[in-house]
C-alpha cells in the first residue's frame, strides 16, 4: 500500500528546528525520512530498529544482503555500535569526520542483522551536513540510510529526483535541493592491516594515506569486478544505472572520433569533460582540471539520459587518480562494465534505430 509521504522544505546549512523535529518523530515512530547529506541523499530510518532498517528495503527494492551504513552525530554514538580496534583511531577518524568517508568495523550486540546483512561488521559514518547531523542528534539514534533512489538506479543528489522518484515509498522527503559533493562516501576497510578500500567516493585515496599510511586498493573500489558478498554498499551488485543502454569508450581517442559524428541523428548522447565536448551533441559535465565538479554532475547527466530522447550514451574513460578512482568506479558499475570502440557504437546505434 503506497505512503502518504509529506515533503518538508529545510534548508541544509540552516535548518528549521520545527523542520528537524518532523524528521526526528518519524525516525523515532520506526518510519522512513529522505534526507541530504554532503554526497548523496540518504533513505534513513532508526539504525538501531530491525524493523524499521527492513523498511528501507521495501522502499528501495534492494536485496537483503546488501548492508546499510549508520550516520552518527557523535563519537559516543560509535561506540554503542562498533569496536574500534586501536584506541589512537578515534582521532584519525576525526581527521575525516564529518566528513564523506565510511569505515567497516567489527560491529556491537547493539547493531540490527538488517543493518550489517548478517556480517560480523559494521559502516559507519559522520555525514559533514548540518540537516543531517541535526536530524540524527534530535533523533538520539544512529540512522541507517542507503542513497535514496530505487535499488540499481542512479543515486539522488537533488531533492527534485527524490521527490519524483521514492514518493509513495516513505513517510516524509526534504525538499533541501542539490547535494554538494553529488558522489557517495569512500568505504574504509579498518578490521585489516594494512587498511582496504572498499569503495572509492568522496574522500580520496591520497588524502587517506597521508594519515592511515599504505593503504590496499581492491578490485571492487575500482570497480572492475563484483564481489561475491556485500560487506558493505556498493560491492555485490550493479549501481547507478540509467535504463537506457549506457557504455564507456575505449579510449579518449575513440570517444573524439566519435562526437565528431552526426551523434543526434543516431540518437546517441556523449557524455564528458568540457575538454572533450566541444560540440552541441554532448552533455558536459565540467572540466578535466575539476575532477570533484565532473563528480558532483555524474549522477544527474545519467538521469538525463532517461529523460532525453536518446536510445542511448557513450562516455570515456577519466584517469584514476584523485577523485578520478571513484568517478570511473561509477561509471564502470553504471554501464555494466561495457567498453565499445567506435565500431561497435555505430553498430549499436544502426541496430537500435531500425528496432524503433
Not at 207 to 226: K, M, N, P, Y
Not at 242 to 251: A, D, N, R
Request: proline share 6%.
Amino acid at each position: 500500500m503506497p505512503f502518504h509521504t509529506r515533503i518538508v522544505k529545510a534548508d541544509q546549512n540552516r535548518p528549521d528546528p520545527e523542520a528537524v523535529h518532523s524528521g526526528a518523530e518519524v525516525i523515532l515512530a520506526g518510519g522512513t525520512v529522505i534526507f541530504p547529506t554532503e554526497t548523496v541523499y540518504g533513505l534513513g530510518a532508526n539504525g538501531l530498529d530491525q524493523e524499521a532498517c527492513l523498511k528501507i528495503f521495501t522502499a528501495k527494492s534492494r536485496p537483503a544482503d546488501n548492508p546499510l551504513i549508520l550516520h552518527i552525530s557523535s563519537l559516543e554514538m560509535l561506540d554503542d555500535i562498533a569496536v574500534l580496534p586501536d584506541s589512537r583511531l578515534r582521532e584519525s577518524l576525526m581527521r575525516f569526520w564529518p566528513g564523506p568517508l565510511t569505515v567497516l568495523l567489527e560491529k556491537s550486540d547493539a547493531v540490527p542483522a538488517a543493518v550489517s546483512a548478517g556480517q560480523p561488521t559494521v559502516a559507519v559514518r559522520m555525514p559533514d551536513n548540518r540537516l543531517a547531523l541535526e536530524l540524527i542528534s534530535a533523533s538520539g539514534v544512529p540512522i541507517a540510510a542507503p542513497s535514496a533512489n530505487l535499488s540499481t538506479r542512479p543515486s539522488i543528489t537533488d531533492s527534485q529526483d527524490a521527490i519524483l522518484e521514492m514518493s509513495g515509498r516513505v513517510d516524509l522527503i526534504y525538499d533541501s535541493g542539490k547535494t554538494s559533493f553529488g558522489l557517495e562516501s569512500t568505504i574504509l576497510d579498518l578490521t585489516t592491516s594494512p587498511p582496504r578500500l572498499l569503495r572509492a567516493g568522496s574522500t580520496t585515496v591520497e588524502s587517506l594515506q597521508e594519515v592511515f599510511g599504505s593503504i590496499e586498493i581492491s578490485d571492487a573500489a575500482r570497480g572492475t569486478v563484483e564481489s561475491n558478498v556485500a560487506i558493505t554498499p556498493g560491492m555485490k551488485y550493479r549501481h547507478y544505472a540509467p535504463e537506457k543502454p549506457f557504455f564507456l569508450m575505449h579510449s579518449v581517442e575513440d570517444f573524439r572520433a566519435l562526437v565528431n559524428l552526426d551523434l543526434c541523428h543516431l540518437g546517441i548522447l556523449a557524455i564528458g569533460a568540457d575538454e572533450l565536448c566541444r560540440s552541441d551533441q554532448c552533455l558536459r559535465l565540467g572540466s578535466m582540471t575539476d575532477l570533484r565538479q565532473v563528480g558532483h554532475n555524474l549522477f544527474s547527466a545519467f538521469r538525463q539520459l532517461d529523460l532525453g530522447d536518446y536510445n542511448m550514451a557513450v562516455i570515456h574513460p577519466f584517469p584514476e587518480n584523485g577523485y578520478g578512482l571513484a568517478i570511473m568506479n561509477r561509471i564502470r558499475k553504471a554501464t555494466g562494465h561495457r567498453t565499445v570502440t567506435v565500431k561497435e557504437v555505430l553498430e549499436l546505434a544502426g541496430n537500435s534505430n531500425q528496432s524503433a
